[in-house]
């Protein structure tokens, strides 16, 4: 009777030593690059491509971030543009809106082209695929900078480049 018992534990025991290991637990996977996408007074976005060849895994990458970018920032824009424009007087408000509009689209099609990679990692899986995953930024006061010297180069009404630092700035942050 005591071995019966005896070989009855041993069983029990072997069951659930077996069923506990065969649990699966899952798997955290953090994405290469994903790290580096948010912080203060730059606009960052993240982008992969993936191909059999690393140019054409590259050239998908890099074409993903820009136009992510480029959306990030016709977003920002715009609600800095209606917000800056409201700031001002009617009449000025007006003038001033219309021109920033135009001049934004062609900033930020600039802009957007020269801005710096922040990150850039590549992975190669079991067919061989390559994928790139590299984070594109854009620095809030340089693209400022830049639309100011575009906007005064055009215009005899002179932007109020700390008034479009401030509302660009502040809605930047606030959809982080």
């Not at 071995?3 to 996977?29: D, E, F, H, P, W």
């Not at 062609?106 to 067919?127: F, H, L, M, P, R």
């Not at 180069?153 to 480049?161: F, M, R, W």
Request: hydrophobic share 35%.
């Amino acid at each position: 009777m005591k071995r019966n018992i005896m070989i009855i534990a041993s069983i029990l025991t072997a069951i659930t030593l077996v069923g506990c290991s065969s649990t699966k637990q899952a798997k955290t996977y953090i994405m290469p690059c994903s790290d580096c996408v948010k912080v203060e007074d730059a606009i960052r976005v993240w982008a992969s491509g993936t191909s059999n060849s690393e140019t054409t895994a590259r050239k998908k990458a890099m074409v993903s971030a820009s136009a992510e970018l480029a959306s990030v920032l016709e977003k920002h824009v715009e609600s800095t543009t209606e917000e800056y424009t409201a700031a001002l007087n009617d009449g000025e408000g007006e003038i001033s809106k219309t021109l920033l509009n135009e001049q934004c689209r062609i900033t930020v099609k600039k802009t957007v082209s020269g801005a710096n990679i922040v990150c850039d990692e590549w992975s190669q899986d079991e067919n061989g695929q390559y994928t790139n995953y590299i984070v594109l930024e854009l620095n809030n006061n340089e693209f400022i900078n830049e639309l100011i010297e575009q906007m005064n180069s055009k215009s005899e009404n002179k932007l109020n480049k700390e008034l479009l630092q401030e509302i660009f700035n502040k809605n930047v942050n606030k959809n982080k």
